[in-house]
């Protein structure tokens, strides 16, 4: 059971707190659309929800299955080595404070036998400078997805369980016309340094409109934060109902996805 510390605000407080200021992690997981926060620019992105919910490109994230059969050559690359990629994701420094200093967090995708690396299925103009961001498309050309990782203070101050928070980053509602969670599990496969770090992994279905059209779709959807260090990471995937990945394939995906710098463990610990 969670504990609170007396001075800390309450559950609800907190994770409406963290909704409104975790800008990267609303933008990229589909809670809310919000400013990208330090841009002089004076360029909102999304003060209301784009199609996407600030996630994903309204120019190229609906494709129809035509646009998306070929693989990229750099995903061509990849698999030719053995399906294995080692392109390292750029993870921004967090400038630490007097309280915390946090820790420089990676992310690898190391399998490229279903999807490769597309960025532009999402709105890289959601992504703050503390977290990055990276889309991807089946090679069968039925599903588009992304990756996000994103280190926040607030997270690491919410007084919240890994377990509760993680739980808040499950809804990708915002990212479609129609979310039903149909089931849930707790996964350890994603690989960290400590060995496999534990995340809730949903199944879902709902309606999506591609380039084409509106259409049924299924997909899954990851997610763990690990609160002492800040770190909130998602994973999700968009498919094509009668097109998707199996849920065995999904979790092949996740298993090719690798954290360094943090060690994250069961949730709870």
Known sequence: MMTLDPHCPTRTRVLRALATGL?????????AACSSGGDDSGTEVGTAPSADGGVLSAATARPSIEQTRLPSPTATASTASGGLGTRPTDAP???????????EVHFYNENWSYWYQDDSVTNQNSITSQGNFEGYRTHVGTCIGFATRD????????????EVLSASLLDGSTNMDIFTETSRERISVVRDDGGTVEGYNVTYTGTYTWADGPGEIHGYRFARTVSNAGLNFVVMLICRAGDEMTLEQW????AGMRLTGVSGGPMGE
């Open 93 to 103: 420094k967090v400038q630490p404070t007097a309280s915390w200093t946090p820790p």
């Open 23 to 31: 800008c990267l992690t609303s933008c990229l997981t589909g809670l």
């Open 251 to 254: 979790h092949e995906v996740l």
């Open 151 to 162: 280190i926040d203070e607030a997270t690491h101050l919410s007084g919240l369980s890994d």
